[in-house]
């Protein structure tokens, strides 16, 4: 059984960084997508970035360049350092995985979901 775990959410001010932690227990990377998935008040999860197996990422357009994804294989963990916070990337930040050799899109599709870090961002 595949166990997530996150951590490091906060508030900060505008501009001001964080880095989430999904620690990965019951998992082998070599056949899993891991993703980031946000959830605002009032809206459907987005997947904010995700990492293959191969480690080949991608993410959503509203964080390219600000948000990075990473995974560290020896601490079965997967990251998230968001930087130049925005007052809109205020959510509940959740990792999740699935099994195979592709990423999907859609939060319903991953099997795997963490309890999720509240992520607070103040103008």
């Known amino acids: 059984q595949v166990h997530l775990v996150e951590s490091g959410g906060g508030s900060v001010q505008a501009g001001g960084s964080l880095r989430l932690s999904c620690t990965v227990s019951g998992a082998t990377y070599g056949t899993y997508c891991m993703g980031w998935f946000r959830q605002a008040p009032g809206k459907a999860h987005e997947r904010v970035a995700r990492i293959l197996h191969d480690g080949v990422t991608m993410y959503t357009v509203s964080v390219l360049g600000r948000f990075t994804i990473s995974r560290d294989k020896a601490k079965n963990t997967l990251y998230l350092q968001m930087n130049s916070l925005k007052p809109e990337d205020t959510a509940m930040y959740y990792c999740?995985?699935?099994?195979?050799?592709?990423?999907?899109?859609?939060?319903?599709?991953?099997?795997?979901r963490g309890q999720g870090t509240q992520v607070t961002v103040s103008s």
């Open positions: 999740a995985a699935h099994e195979g050799d592709f990423c999907a899109s859609s939060w319903l599709e991953y099997k795997y």
